[in-house]
Structure formats: C-alpha cells, structure tokens
C-alpha cells in the first residue's frame, strides 16, 4: 500500500511540476534572472506551495500517526548551522546554474533529452560525495544530526 501511494503521491507532484512550468528550465532561469527577463509567475506556485505545507505541517504536528498509520516523524532541529548553509547554497547554486531542482529533473527525465540526464547523474554524484563526507571522521568536533 505504501509504493502504491508513493507513487500515486509522486505522480500528482509530477504532474503539478508540468502544470506550474517548474520542469521548465528556462521558466525557472527566467524566475531567477531578476536584472533580465524576469518572470515571476513561479512566485505564485511557491507561495501555494509554502502556503500548502504550512497547512499539512500544522495538520501533521497534531497526529502520532500518519495516513497509513506509520509513526509520525517529523523533523525536530531547529538550529542553523553550517552544513545546512552550504547545503542550501549548494543547492541553490545548482538551480541557478542549471534551472533545474531535483524534481523538475526527475520529471523532465521522462520526456528524454540531455540536460536532465546531466543534471541528474550531477546530482546523483553530489549525493555519493556527501555520503563520503559523512563517513569521514570529523576534525571540528561538530555534533551530527
């Protein structure tokens, strides 16, 4: 039951990707280009988005157990720190660079083509070099989470 809703869940987050232009790069680029061409139409899907999320953290916070009855988890850090700084300009580098997150490649993936299959065996790398990373020992002493 829970592959079958993941994938219905993942399809419709697929589907709102096509819908909203955010599997667009050059939408995306434009989004960002704020000294250019700038197109601001994808403020209005990540306000919704935030918007939505805001409302299902709220409604998530208040139940021990999920829709398919798995324990709850949500995320409890609430601190700052340096992993998550270049781990958030890491990210939006890439998006900037690329006009593409991890979704909107994974979607645009389907519809064939060079760039999502780059940008994807990039992401794919950026991720083994994390797990790398982590498996190292720690010089600074910084606390994991």
Same mark, same amino acid.
């Given at each position: 039951?829970?592959?079958?809703?993941?994938?219905?869940?993942?399809?419709?987050?697929?589907?709102?990707? %096509?819908?909203? @232009?955010? #599997?667009?790069?050059?939408? !995306? *680029?434009? /989004?960002?280009?704020? $000294? =250019?061409?700038?197109?601001?139409?994808?403020? %209005?899907?990540? @306000?919704? #988005?935030?918007?939505?999320? !805001? *409302?299902? /953290?709220?409604?998530? $916070? =208040?139940?021990?157990?999920?829709?398919?009855?798995?324990?709850?988890?949500?995320?409890?850090?609430?601190?700052?720190?340096?992993?998550?700084?270049?781990? =958030?300009?890491?990210?939006?580098?890439?998006?900037?660079?690329?006009?593409?997150?991890?979704?909107?490649?994974?979607?645009?993936?389907?519809?064939?083509?060079?760039?999502?299959?780059?940008?994807?065996?990039?992401?794919?790398?950026?991720?083994?070099?994390?797990?790398?990373?982590?498996?190292?020992?720690?010089?600074?002493?910084?606390?994991?989470?």
């Amino acid at each position: 039951m829970q592959i079958f809703m993941a994938l219905i869940v993942g399809l419709v987050f697929g589907i709102g990707l %096509l819908i909203s @232009g955010m #599997a667009d790069p050059a939408k !995306v *680029l434009n /989004f960002l280009d704020l $000294a =250019g061409n700038w197109d601001p139409s994808l403020a %209005l899907v990540m @306000g919704g #988005a935030i918007l939505v999320g !805001v *409302l299902a /953290f709220r409604v998530a $916070a =208040g139940r021990n157990k999920s829709l398919l009855g798995e324990p709850m988890r949500l995320p409890t850090a609430t601190n700052i720190d340096r992993r998550l700084v270049v781990g =958030g300009l890491s990210f939006g580098v890439g998006w900037g660079l690329a006009g593409y997150c991890p979704g909107p490649a994974l979607v645009s993936l389907v519809g064939g083509g060079e760039k999502p299959l780059i940008f994807t065996a990039a992401l794919l790398a950026g991720m083994a070099i994390f797990e790398l990373l982590e498996r190292l020992p720690r010089a600074t002493g910084e606390q994991r989470a």
